[in-house]
């Protein structure tokens, strides 16, 4: 797929605060119609097959396939249009992972480059639709999985995995989980550095040499924010907002990388 002017310039990236994650825009219909013509090794028979299958549908005979299934994505609801991605992934991972393994990685550069294009807060990862926020989130995100992950902390990686797919749950979002999760990936990490177990909270009162006191102050905050708001203890009827619980997340995730790098064995 040719790269447009704006994504060669990096002016494609949705500015904070505008992401669709509950919708999807005609331009992204427009662009899974004629991924077939975008020289990803996707098929028109492949998308009409991919199509019927999720909506449970027999395809029209009356039709050529790629008519039947364009009307078809015309017309279903936001959310199984992800489905059909996932399901378009997985027939192409089938088919090319033994002969041709880097197919499968052009179809999701070029998914995700149009989900961005298209401001939508969603990403194709590993064959899963997860969200997405901004650049800022993402990277923070990225780099703690990355650091955490070569560091020997692989449950600490994986909760901040879990928190990430707790956001990204569907239809409602699961803010409590990903908070919660996103506060035992610090406490892993504390309990690697100080070889004790013991809650965020107890971290902080009894070791407070880890962090400069202004930063030891806002991490309280979060942790005082995650048990205030049901993501710790599961208070009846209190459920962060997705705003904030991104944003505890990414807290989160940067103390872990800190953490990380500053004690290194």
């Known amino acids: 797929m040719p790269v447009s002017f704006s994504q060669r310039n990096r002016l494609a990236g949705p500015p904070p605060g505008t992401l669709l994650r509950d919708e999807i825009s005609i331009g992204f219909r427009m662009f899974l119609v004629d991924l077939p013509h975008a020289d990803v090794g996707v098929e028109i028979d492949d998308v ?23 009307i078809r994505i ?7 249009i992800y489905d059909i991605i996932e399901g378009v992934y997985k027939l192409v991972f089938d088919r090319t992972w033994n002969s041709n393994p880097g197919t499968t990685s052009v179809l999701a550069r070029v998914i995700n480059e149009a989900l961005v294009e298209q401001n939508i807060g969603w990403q194709l990862v590993d064959g899963k ?12 995100i990225k780099t703690a999985v990355t650091v955490l992950q070569q560091n020997a902390k692989p449950t600490a990686a994986g909760h901040l995995q879990f928190a990430i797919s707790d956001l990204s749950a569907r239809p409602k979002v699961n803010t409590s989980g990903a908070v919660a999760h996103a506060t035992n990936a610090v406490e892993c990490v504390m309990g690697e550095i100080t070889g004790a177990t013991m809650t965020l ?30 993501a710790r203890h599961g208070k009846e009827g209190t459920q962060p907002a997705l705003e904030e619980a991104e944003f505890a997340v990414a807290v989160c995730a940067a103390v872990c990388t800190l953490l990380t790098r500053k004690n290194r064995t």
Not at 50 to 70: G, T
Not at 74 to 80: E, G, I, K, P, R
């Open 129 to 140: 639709i997860v969200i997405r926020g901004d650049e800022a989130f993402e990277g923070t």
């Open 74 to 80: 015309q017309n279903c609801a936001w959310f199984h």
């Open 201 to 230: 909270g107890e971290y902080l009162h009894k070791n407070p040499g880890l962090f400069h006191p202004a930063l030891k102050k806002g991490l309280h905050g979060i942790y005082g924010y995650a048990s205030e708001e049901g």
């Open 48 to 70: 009409h097959k991919v199509v019927c299958k999720v909506l449970q549908a027999w395809p029209n005979e009356r039709l050529q396939p790629y008519y039947d299934y364009k």
